[in-house]
């Protein structure tokens, strides 16, 4: 079983940035896909971005394009999502997830129930 931990939220005004990083420890992620998503007070939990097991292939919701790049980095188990340009409205928990399948691409037909393992979440909040 892997466990994943988030780091780098925290509070940030609206027009800055933010990186978050997603360190994994248990099992090599070299393999799998991972994404990450979010989840606002009051609201269901969404998804934001996702990257495949190589990195030769992203995907992005549309309120995460242009402005949110995320990346990994196999030989420290580790992803990343560098957030610019953060909105008031991104503010939320964001979680990193493990797929729970080697070698699936990321594309439109990315959903939660692809990943198997989820971190605790870091709080991102934005002001205006």
């Known amino acids: 079983q892997v466990q994943l931990v988030e780091s780098g939220g925290g509070l940030v005004q609206a027009g800055g940035s933010l990186r978050l990083s997603c360190a994994a420890s248990?099992?090599?992620?070299?393999?799998?896909?991972m994404g990450w998503f979010r989840q606002a007070p009051g609201k269901e939990r969404e998804f934001v971005a996702a990257i495949s097991w190589n990195s030769d292939g992203t995907y992005y919701a549309d309120s995460a394009k242009g402005r949110f790049t995320i990346s990994r980095d196999n030989a420290k188990n580790t992803v990343y999502l560098q957030m610019n340009n953060v909105k008031p409205e991104d503010t939320a928990v964001y979680y990193c997830a493990a797929d729970s399948r080697a070698f699936r691409k990321v594309g439109p037909q990315v959903q939660s129930a692809d990943f198997g393992s989820w971190g605790q979440g870091t709080q991102v909040t934005v002001s205006s």
């Open positions: 248990g099992r090599p992620l070299n393999w799998y896909a």
